[in-house]
C-alpha cells in the first residue's frame, strides 16, 4: 500500500528527474517514508541507511545524484523507528529492517520497476547482505562498509561494563550527538544473534555482490571488509585509501565506484581490489 505526498523541487531535482515520496506500510503495519527519483527508467537502485541515520544522509543523497545521472531511478527511505517512518527505534532490529526492505523491493516490483540493486552503508551494509542471503529476487548487491563481526564495536558506544549494566537493568541509555537512546537486553540480542559468516556463505552464486570499505575506517575496521570478501564466491572488493566510515574526503570517489559497479556487466570489470 503506498500514499503520494507532494513535494517541492529542489537542487536535487534536474529536467530529467522528478522527486515523489510515497508512504509503504512495511508488515508491521507501519508506515516506511520513501523518496523515489524518477528519471524515466525502469531501472530501479534501492539505497539503505545506516544506524540512526535516515533517507536524507549525505552519502545516501550523494549517491542518488550519481546513479540519477547515469539515467537509472533511485529509491532511498528511512527504516521503521528511523527519520520520518512510523515505528520504535530499537538497537538491533537487523532483520525486522531487511523486511522493511523487503516491502519497498515487492512495492515497486508491483509497479513495473526492475530493482537493477540494492545499495547499503555501515548497517545497511549488512541489512543488504542477509536480504540476499535470504530473498532471491535481486541480483546485485553493494555493501558499504558492513560490518561483519557484530559482536564487536559495542563497548565504544556502551562502555566496557555494558554487558553487566544490561543484564542488571535489563537496558541502558546511550547518548551521542544525536540525542540519548536505549539499548535493551531483548535488542542486544539481536545483534549478537546476527551470523554474517553464515549470512554470506548462504548467498547464491547468482548474485553479484560488491564490498566498498574505507582503509581509515575508524568505526569498522577494514579487516571485516576481508572477511567478507573471503566468504562471497561472487563479490568484489574495493578499498578507499584514507577513507574515513563516513567518505567525508571521498564523496566522489565513492560515487565514481559505485556508479561503475552499477553499470558494468560482471564482478571483473570493476577496477583492482587492494590485497590485505
Not at 179 to 204: F, P
Not at 215 to 229: K, L
Request: aromatic share 8%; charged share 25%.
Amino acid at each position: 500500500m503506498a500514499q503520494s505526498i507532494p513535494l517541492e523541487n529542489d537542487a536535487l531535482n534536474t529536467s530529467l528527474v522528478s522527486r515523489q515520496g510515497f508512504t509503504i506500510t512495511n508488515n508491521h503495519g507501519e508506515k516506511i517514508v520513501s523518496l523515489l527519483h524518477e528519471t524515466g527508467s525502469k531501472k530501479l537502485v534501492i539505497l539503505c541507511h545506516g544506524f540512526r541515520s535516515s533517507k536524507e544522509d549525505e552519502i545516501i543523497v550523494n549517491l542518488g545524484a550519481a546513479i540519477t545521472s547515469k539515467g537509472l531511478s533511485v529509491v532511498s527511505f528511512d527504516f521503521s523507528g528511523n527519520g520520518e517512518s512510523e515505528g520504535a527505534f530499537e538497537y538491533g532490529n537487523y532483520w525486522k529492517e531487511v523486511e522493511d526492505l523487503h516491502s519497498i523491493v515487492m512495492h515497486f516490483s508491483k509497479q513495473k520497476y526492475e530493482i537493477s540493486a540494492i545499495v547499503g552503508h555501515s548497517k545497511g551494509g549488512d541489512v543488504v547482505l542477509l536480504y540476499a542471503s535470504k530473498y532471491r529476487d535481486v541480483h546485485t548487491v553493494i555493501n558499504l562498509s558492513g560490518r561483519f563481526a557484530l559482536e564487536r564495536g559495542i563497548e565504544r558506544f556502551l562502555g566496557e561494563d555494558f554487558l553487566q549494566r544490561i543484564k542488571k537493568d535489563k537496558f541502558t541509555d546511550v547518548t551521542d550527538r544525536k540525542g540519548t537512546y536505549r539499548v535493551t537486553e531483548e535488542s542486544l540480542m539481536d545483534r549478537l544473534n546476527i551470523d554474517m559468516r553464515a549470512a554470506c556463505l548462504s548467498i547464491e552464486n547468482g548474485c553479484r555482490v560488491f564490498t566498498v570499505h574505507g582503509s581509515a575506517d575508524e568505526t569498522i575496521p577494514v579487516e571485516d571488509a576481508f572477511e567478507i570478501a573471503k566468504l562471497i564466491s561472487n563479490h568484489k572488493l574495493h578499498i578507499i585509501e584514507g577513507a574515513n566510515h563516513c567518505y567525508t574526503k571521498h564523496q566522489e570517489e565513492l560515487a565514481n565506484v559505485v556508479v561503475d559497479f552499477l553499470t558494468s556487466n560482471k564482478v571483473e570489470d570493476v577496477t583492482a581490489v587492494v590485497e590485505p
